[in-house]
């Protein structure tokens, strides 16, 4: 078979030609991306640079397509790109030239192109799967295990904003505040500024605050025996049962706060509440009850 016929010497490795240059890298490149390269025979540079091309997206199979072609073979696509050296390497997607480079390269500066051509598509279905469960584990406050998987997402994808939101969330869990603080410190502003890290950030003052009172429980119970409906102290046994993990007895109690008298201290309890909602997860199954109840309260 010529060499300018479709060939798969992988499954994401492609012999393309003029005939199927349009449906195997234009209209590809619209679903994923599409590296080209441009190379010939006579090509030494070439010769070394496309084994190392080959090697780097095998890693890519499901992210991406090496289409290589032969400008001999096919001169009218290597004029109509204006393809003037060799080797050329061009990156499309969604149907257009988006990267590339001319002329020999190191190995190591392939590998960071071809990750770099791979994550225009996105994080891939393996990281997908991991961000799934690492929310699994921040529903059920399994810490250890979220800490754990945010970590192998960011290992995979190292500026994915769902692993560093999962890994602030975790380590706020596990208690881990300064080191939180120092994360949140190093973080590049298009990571902080993202909207998931953001709502993940904005749980460590309420969280470490509930942390530290959790110390203060033995006292508050007696003071609760003496007074079972005083307003502040219910607010502060909210925040420390909170702290201490017990979240269905921590809203229970922000909850007989608002019953009493909802407009207490400007909605204190309710917006501690909130809070609390946002730090334990929206789709935890004690916000989901807890939440039922307050719009009970509040439209009753």
């Not at 945010?150 to 380590?171: C, V």
């Amino acid at each position: 078979m010529e060499n300018n016929d479709l060939i798969s010497t992988a499954s994401n490795i492609i012999n393309v030609n003029e005939e199927t240059f349009m449906s195997e890298v234009v209209e590809t490149s619209k679903t994923k991306p599409v590296i080209v390269d441009f190379w010939a025979p006579w090509c030494e540079p070439c010769k070394t640079l496309t084994p190392l091309l080959e090697d780097a997206v095998k890693d890519y199979i499901k992210d991406l397509i090496l289409a290589k072609i032969d400008i001999d073979q096919n001169q009218n696509i290597a004029t109509q790109l204006r393809i003037q050296s060799i080797p050329t390497i061009y990156t499309f997607f969604e149907g257009k030239v988006v990267d590339g480079f001319q002329g020999a390269k190191s190995n190591n500066e392939i590998i960071e192109f071809v990750k770099k051509s791979a994550s225009l598509s996105g994080p891939g279905q393996e990281v997908e799967d991991l961000i799934a469960s690492a929310k699994e584990c921040t529903e059920l406050r399994d810490w250890n295990s979220s800490f754990d998987i945010s970590q192998k997402i960011l290992e995979k994808d190292p500026e994915n904003h769902l692993g560093f939101a999962n890994l602030i969330r975790s380590m706020i869990g596990l208690g881990k505040f300064n080191e939180t603080k120092e994360l949140i410190d190093n973080l590049a502003p298009e990571i902080k500024n993202s909207k998931p890290v953001e709502e993940s950030i904005s749980l460590l003052e309420t969280s470490e605050k509930a942390f530290m009172a959790k110390g203060s429980i033995e006292d508050l119970e007696k003071k609760l025996k003496l007074e079972p409906d005083n307003l502040d102290y219910l607010l502060q046994m909210a925040i420390a049962l909170f702290g201490i993990g017990k979240i269905e007895d921590s809203f229970e109690m922000l909850l007989k706060s608002i019953k009493i008298d909802k407009e207490w201290n400007d909605q204190a309890a309710r917006k501690q509440l909130l809070k609390l909602f946002s730090s334990a997860g929206i789709d935890a199954k004690e916000t989901i009850i807890a939440r039922k109840k307050l719009a009970t309260l509040l439209f009753s």
